[in-house]
């Protein structure tokens, strides 16, 4: 291993204890260097300490494809040639749907039956799995209406495997004024990973991971693992699952673990125990709007660090590399339960869990939600739908995770739930028949096609379990969001997990992490899957959406799973650290370079989209003072 002697010697002055930096991953070993450039400016670095801070140099518009400004073919083979062929023109998958040059019916066939079943829709280039953000312009269908053309996907794509070649992307899109987008896997809710005359950086394929047995940083010593920003849930768990260790990652085994998802918190089943994924990054590698590549540690650029752990994604840098804590092997045991409101029928012998009065029924919902607290105080992890069905009828699901329970101690610790429930008069047992793994099994990456996933969401704080009258509150507002589901085409989850300060530990307990994540007991989400996305549908979630507003004021939003049309998303998303966020963003990214949807700073600019729904990627990127 090799030591940093600056930041080992900070460490000695400030802690007393030697930080050592393990030897670079090898995809932060490669970098671009002055020989590289040469003569060609267009991919020469950048200095935020010269640029006006104020924007007064920078142009109204990004430039657009069509322009005259917009970089010729032998500029952009010469980018191409500097990055060894990395550069992608690729064309939208869903094309082979379309007639057309690209038609092909049988390879659009294979796209909608069995490309679900491969690594195909996280390894394509261009997609975000969330078509509405892109303008659904080439939807993927067997009976495609009109014909398919970009809208909001990007021009070019640099296939990112060594931070040279997001070195080289950066500094071309400064140095030219064209629209940045940085695209992973493209489990992207937000219109963050698409974005219409922009160039991408596609970091899904830096892979490098290495464990490191001991490793100390300021109060912090114990085992680590780092990562390359590409590696997804999947391939970590396969490192614990083969080194026998954990490491805190996406629940989801096909997201990537430290891009968006960390850099905007990023919760999983043992969050209540080991904190956030922004709370586990011990260190990053990072290549800043000036396209430095620089590491940022609470010690090495800590402004840098601080805002990339929890302040939003895509705004200040890309990361390449993360180094997060890791932890000795834990095991989860879930035990399931289920209600269901039904029609009423004819039958001598009551189902368990069938419910044929709606007040009966809510009253078992708000019995397991406010049960949950147990399950919080356990550091547990809760997992819940509630599904319209036919003829008004409901379907709620849950699942309670505990960590390191044996079956024995979850029944039992279950067990007043089912108590109550019998008090109130619905008829479950406790299961006796659990599921218990390691947290850290092995998989596969495997993804479905791109969807019209939305979501509108409320992180709503644990004093609400706490207060008979804001509890009763808290769930008319839950049920009167989710009744109007049935008629609007949406449905109601919620996941429960408690975050703390506590559990965050150092370095995270000192992160942009929205404060109302640390006072968390249920992040409670309307889950929409609308393709036509419309100011009237806009309209009608934020009825429902304000009733959950309404009974958590001063709380928040998660960014990853919330509504980029949320009203007052400087303080739904980043709660009272918003301000220092967009100075620091504002300081490192004087040429608002690096722009996504709801992050901080990012209201300086605006798309104008070409579509009828404004809120797509799908137009030029503008100053909001030249839209």
Known sequence: MWPNPSLVCLSIFLSGVTAIKPRALVSDSIQLTQEDIGDFSAIDFGDET????????VPGCKVFPGDEEWPSEGEWARLNST??????????????CYQGPDYDPARCQYLIANASFTSYWLDEPLVSLTEWSQGGTCVLTLDPQGNCTRGGFPEYVVNAT???????????ARNKNIRLVIKNTGHDFGGRSVGAGSLSIWTHNIKGMQFIPSYELGQYKGMAAELGSGIESWESHNLMADLNITVVSPGFRSVGGVGGWMSGGGHTYITSLFGLGADQVLSLGVVTASGRYVTADPFTNPDLFFALRGGGGGAYGVITSAIFKAYPPVNMTGSPFNLFLSSPVNTTFPIPG?????????????????????????NGYGFTYIYPMENNTYMLTTDSYFINFTQEAVFTAMQPLYDELQRIGINVTNPTSLFTSPYGTPGIGISGPPTNTRYRSRLLPRANWEDDGLWNQTMSAIRTATEAGFANNFYFHATLTSPTVEAAGWPG?????????RKNGMHAMLMDQTAQQSVERDGMFEQYSSLLRDVSPGAGSYMNEGDPGEPNWQQAFYGDHYERLSSIKQTLDPWGLLWAPTTPGS?????????????????????????
């Open 162 to 172: 060594t931070v040279k070649h997001v070195q080289a992307a950066v500094n071309f």
């Open 603 to 627: 209201e300086r600019w605006a798309v104008n989209s070409v579509s009828s729904y404004s809120g797509t990627q799908n137009g030029r990127l503008c100053r909001v003072e030249a839209a």
């Open 509 to 517: 307990n000192e992160s942009a992490v929205n404060p109302a994540w």
């Open 50 to 57: 010269t640029a006006p801070p104020d924007d007064t140099d």
């Open 83 to 96: 990055i060894g062929g990395a550069l992608l023109q690729p064309k939208p998958s869903a094309a082979v």
């Open 354 to 378: 069938m419910i044929t009065d709606a007040d009966k029924f809510w009253e078992g919902v708000s019995t397991y939600y406010r049960f949950a607290a147990n399950l919080l105080d356990a």
